[in-house]
């Protein structure tokens, strides 16, 4: 299976914000952001956002004059399982306040061997997740987080797929034809979130982006019910606006 080359946005903020972590690790005592943006050769704008998105997650800390230096979770990370068991937490937190505030249940997948796989949930009483009535392994061409994660293979993990899980249509709005599906596909630009609207299930629509955290093929979903249908562009476009702390869990 061959990854396409396009990175996504938030992928490409994930890359710059490692590069600015290991910039400002180098400097024990703090550094400033003029000399994180000579060392890293961002943009100062560019990393201005950066800087105070990594703020808010903790993984820096503004100290004496300004400087920037190691925030407490980047430290209380540590090693091995302790590592491990720091990245779920937070990385459960990100996605219980993306649940929160988007007003949606969120979820995280993953295409491994070949099949899709549902990582993580995060739903609650007014955010109920999607009744996975048809698997969801052989719904990758009518469902938000199946597309996404297709639009990451190349031509041929696509055929692979497909030839193993046939395109059965599960409403009237199921895309069947595997030349339409693959046509769509390629038109989705990377940086789009990409849609279901009641192509999986009656009653539910859905939004996925790619999450792109090293050689993985990810995605950070949603789901709202019909009646919530007219909040799924917005709530669509925070989803991708605020993925880039969940691909950084992930990248740690």
Same mark, same amino acid.
């Given at each position: 299976?061959? /990854?396409?080359?396009?990175?996504?946005?938030?992928?490409?903020?994930?890359?710059?914000?490692?590069?600015?972590?290991?910039?400002?690790?180098?400097? *024990?005592s703090g550094v400033t952001d003029v000399q994180i943006a000579r060392e890293? #050769?961002?943009?100062?704008?560019?990393?201005?956002?950066?800087?105070?998105?990594?703020?808010?997650?903790?993984?820096?800390?503004?100290?004496?004059?300004? =400087?920037? @230096?190691?925030?407490?979770?980047?430290?209380?990370?540590?090693?091995?399982?302790?590592?491990?068991?720091? /990245?779920?937490?937070?990385?459960?937190?990100?996605?219980?306040?993306?649940?929160? &505030?988007?007003?949606?249940?969120?979820?995280?997948?993953?295409?491994?061997? #070949?099949?899709?796989?549902?990582?993580?949930?995060?739903? *609650?009483?007014?955010?109920?997740?999607?009744?996975?009535?048809?698997?969801?392994?052989?719904? =990758?061409?009518?469902?938000?987080?199946?597309?996404?994660?297709?639009?990451? /293979?190349?031509?041929?993990?696509?055929?692979?797929?497909? &030839?193993?899980?046939?395109?059965?249509?599960?409403?009237?709005?199921?895309?069947? &034809?595997?030349?339409?599906?693959?046509?769509?596909?390629?038109?989705?630009?990377?940086?789009?979130?990409?849609?279901?609207?009641?192509?999986?299930?009656?009653?539910?629509?859905?939004? @996925?982006?790619?999450?792109?955290?090293?050689? &993985?093929?990810?995605?950070?979903?949603?789901?709202?019910?019909?009646?919530?249908?007219?909040?799924?562009?917005?709530? @669509?476009?925070?989803?991708?606006?605020?993925? =880039?702390?969940?691909?950084?869990?992930?990248?740690?």
């Amino acid at each position: 299976m061959a /990854l396409k080359p396009e990175p996504t946005a938030p992928f490409h903020s994930v890359q710059y914000a490692l590069r600015v972590l290991e910039t400002i690790s180098r400097h *024990g005592s703090g550094v400033t952001d003029v000399q994180i943006a000579r060392e890293t #050769g961002l943009p100062t704008a560019h990393l201005a956002s950066l800087l105070l998105m990594l703020r808010r997650e903790g993984y820096v800390e503004q100290v004496a004059d300004g =400087a920037y @230096a190691v925030g407490d979770s980047l430290v209380l990370l540590g090693s091995g399982s302790t590592r491990r068991e720091a /990245l779920q937490t937070k990385l459960r937190h990100h996605l219980d306040q993306l649940r929160d &505030s988007v007003g949606a249940a969120i979820y995280i997948s993953r295409y491994i061997d #070949g099949e899709i796989k549902i990582m993580q949930v995060a739903e *609650g009483p007014r955010t109920p997740k999607v009744n996975e009535w048809f698997d969801f392994r052989s719904a =990758a061409h009518a469902s938000a987080i199946g597309k996404c994660l297709l639009t990451q /293979l190349d031509q041929n993990g696509r055929r692979d797929h497909v &030839s193993r899980h046939k395109t059965a249509r599960l409403t009237s709005r199921t895309i069947t &034809s595997e030349r339409v599906l693959f046509s769509q596909l390629d038109s989705q630009p990377p940086t789009v979130p990409v849609l279901d609207l009641q192509e999986y299930a009656v009653g539910t629509v859905c939004a @996925a982006v790619p999450l792109t955290a090293g050689s &993985s093929v990810g995605c950070l979903a949603l789901s709202l019910p019909l009646e919530h249908a007219h909040r799924l562009r917005s709530a @669509a476009d925070t989803l991708n606006r605020r993925a =880039a702390p969940v691909v950084l869990s992930l990248a740690l």
